[in-house]
């Protein structure tokens, strides 16, 4: 099946700093793909949906200033934590859609990014 | 309330039993449904998906019931590698329609 990869796959960062997590669909173009992020014992929420060469949608109460997604690609998205907090501590898993296959509705995830902020 | 609504659990059963996870979703024009499970800190996968029909895969079986908007996973002689958390998934009818996961049902199976 189709691969998407995340990078980091863990990082640690002090307050107020900014990280950037990649996503990539390895074998398969994606005009679409998705940002979730997971507390502990919690549900993935969506957070936005990203769209190839347009701004991302963002879900009601996600800040998009905050949280900047770029999807220059059909093969990459980036997610960019500004000005992170520990409440931002999350795991943050990125999707893609294969619009290829699968009648469109496939989703493959990437395998996330632990972050924690100290 | 919750796009899409599971009962948490835990649930805690031996090897070889069978267990029924429940889950209803709000959106009546959702037309695809999904259960995906994950592991402890891995990204979730997808188990199978489900027909209104209902449809079966090996020890699995889902049904869904549009009427009630309410979806089933029977897991049939249970192993100790069905020990996951089982996710409800519905693709949301609007937009890019995305994936909306329920909050899981933690599932144990004991030796």
């Known amino acids: 099946g189709a691969v998407v990869s995340q990078h980091p796959s863990r990082v640690i960062c002090k307050s107020g700093t900014s990280v950037k997590i990649e996503c990539r669909s390895l074998?398969?173009?994606?005009?679409?793909m998705f940002w979730y992020r997971q507390f502990p014992k919690q549900s993935l929420m969506l957070m936005a949906t990203s769209n190839e060469g347009s701004k991302a949608t963002y879900e009601q109460g996600v800040e998009k200033d905050k949280f900047l997604i770029n999807h220059a690609s059909l093969t990459l998205s980036t997610l960019t934590v500004t000005s992170a907090h520990p409440e931002d501590s999350s795991f943050y898993i990125c999707?893609?859609?294969?619009w290829g296959t699968g009648g469109g509705y496939e989703q493959y995830f990437g395998p996330g990014t632990r972050l924690t902020v100290t | 309330r919750k796009e899409v609504e599971q009962d948490p659990g835990p649930f805690n059963v031996p090897e070889g039993a069978t267990v029924a996870f429940n889950c209803t979703y709000s959106?009546?024009?959702?037309?695809?449904f999904f259960w995906y499970r994950q592991d402890c800190r891995k990204e979730p996968k997808l188990l199978m998906s489900?027909?209104?029909s209902g449809n079966e895969d090996g020890r699995f079986t889902a049904q869904l019931n549009r009427a009630s908007q309410y979806i089933s996973l029977l897991i049939r002689d249970s192993k100790l590698s069905d020990s996951a958390t089982y996710l409800c998934v519905v693709l949301r009818n609007s937009g890019n329609t995305p994936l909306v996961f329920g909050k899981g049902t933690r599932l144990s199976v004991i030796a």
């Open positions: 489900v027909y209104s």
């Open positions: 959106n009546s024009a959702s037309q695809s």
């Open positions: 999707s893609a859609r294969d």
């Open positions: 074998d398969f173009q994606a005009t679409t």
